[in-house]
């Protein structure tokens, strides 16, 4: 099972970015999807998740600003990031959790927020 995420990068404070994460390499079902972060130092953290009916959950401090959508036919999610803060600088993972066999994570994928 493989989880490939892109689309990390460097972008200036207001800016947008678009994550992506495509899992391969298994048939069984996808329940939740969903993406993390971990900021040097911290705990990594919950950004958003998305059910298999598109019930969404966004961490307070990106509510308004990330949307989070799943398209089950390619088998990925994606992170729509718009006015970027600084204090969203982090190492992004993606997580699927699959039917049978439970959670994957990627490889994870920085982004960074310039002042």
């Known amino acids: 099972v493989q989880l490939q995420a892109s689309g990390g990068g460097l972008v200036q404070a207001g800016g947008s970015l678009r994550l992506s994460c495509a899992a391969s390499?298994?048939?069984?079902?996808?329940?939740?999807m969903g993406w993390y972060r971990q900021a040097p130092g911290k705990q990594r953290e919950l950004v958003a998740t998305i059910t298999a009916r598109g019930r969404t959950i966004y961490a307070d401090s990106v509510k308004g600003r990330f949307t989070i959508s799943r398209f089950d036919a390619e088998r990925t999610v994606s992170l729509q990031m718009n006015s970027l803060k600084p204090e969203d600088t982090a190492v992004y993972y993606c997580n699927v959790n699959f039917e049978f066999i439970g959670d994957r994570w990627g490889q994870g994928t920085q982004v960074t927020v310039s002042s």
């Open positions: 390499g298994t048939a069984f079902s996808i329940n939740n």
